[in-house]
């Protein structure tokens, strides 16, 4: 089983900037992390993703509607991701979610935070 402790949400205002971070629990290192969103009456969609291939940073994956504003890195301890989401819009307004993916013995096992709540006010 693996936890994720979800951080740095809140309300900010349109042009301002937000980093989000997220831990996961556990002794084996997470294949992939990154971060979805839900908006009121939306389904829930990437917004970033990085893979564990092998290369020092890792393979990113970005949502088009966040490329060139929202940066996905690894942080410092294992199972670490930070978000940097500048410029945010309106519509960026979500409930922002921690996804992870393990995979072992050819099965994969996916886990999700409990999300928290971004607000960009216009």
């Known amino acids: 089983q693996v936890d994720l402790a979800e951080s740095g949400g809140g309300l900010v205002r349109a042009g301002e900037s937000l980093t989000l971070s997220c831990a996961g629990s556990?002794?084996?290192?997470?294949?992939?992390m990154g971060w979805y969103r839900q908006a009121p009456g939306k389904q829930r969609e990437l917004v970033a993703r990085?893979?564990?291939?092998?290369?020092?940073?890792?393979?990113?994956d970005y949502a088009e509607s966040v490329k060139g504003r929202f940066t996905i890195s690894r942080g410092n301890a294992k199972n670490t991701v930070h978000l940097q989401m500048n410029s945010l819009k309106p519509e960026d307004t979500a409930v922002y979610f921690c996804n992870a993916e393990l995979y072992m013995a050819n099965v994969k096992y996916e886990y999700w935070g409990q999300g928290t709540q971004v607000t960009v006010s216009s």
């Open positions: 990085i893979i564990n291939d092998g290369r020092t940073d890792g393979r990113t």
């Open positions: 556990g002794i084996f290192i997470l294949n992939v």
